[in-house]
């Protein structure tokens, strides 16, 4: 492997990955789309195996407002990556499931704030549960360092910025 320095003058070496084409059943985006798709699959069984019929989708906006409440419409699709009508369908389902409510602003009454209702607030625990033993037994067999090497990867092509267009 080549090596590239890091820090500019002086700075440590370290090995430049080596990126080749593969076949198109191991290519990182196409076994990233893979393990999301299983991941969030099994998630869904796991949750309905304890009465919550819900998509992943939907789950993931329960999550954001478990840690942070009362967000806006635009602020939930912005956190997950939705347009406003992708958003807004997600966020009916869990209205109708009685997981959350729309409130009108006092300041604009076209701006939409979520809330979680008691329903919504109860269910965490259950559903934090079931969520993290699933998760524990997709990863069982890697260490701890492999799991944070895992996501540090993740992390580290999250936060790339988009290579130029040239």
């Not at 796991?46 to 906006?61: C, F, H, K, M, R």
């Not at 942070?68 to 499931?97: C, Y």
């Not at 329903?119 to 524990?136: D, I, M």
């Amino acid at each position: 492997m080549a090596a590239r320095k890091l820090g500019g003058r002086g700075g440590r070496s370290q090995p430049s990955p080596k990126v080749a084409l593969t076949p198109t059943t191991r290519t990182p985006g196409r076994l990233l789309h893979d393990a999301h798709q299983r991941l969030s699959a099994g998630l869904v069984r796991s949750l309905q195996q304890v009465g919550y019929d819900l998509s992943a989708e939907a789950w993931v906006i329960l999550f954001l407002l478990w840690e942070n409440d009362n967000l806006t419409q635009v602020e939930i699709g912005s956190q997950i990556g939705k347009d406003r009508h992708q958003t807004s369908r997600l966020i009916d389902v869990l209205e109708q499931a009685n997981f959350v409510e729309r409130k009108s602003t006092t300041t604009d009454r076209r701006l939409k704030r979520v809330a979680l209702t008691q329903a919504g607030r109860r269910a965490r625990l259950k559903v934090s549960g079931v969520a993290t033993e699933y998760l524990e037994a997709m990863f069982a067999g890697l260490t701890q360092a492999e799991y944070d090497i895992f996501v540090g990867c993740l992390e580290h092509i999250i936060g790339r910025p988009l290579p130029k267009e040239g």
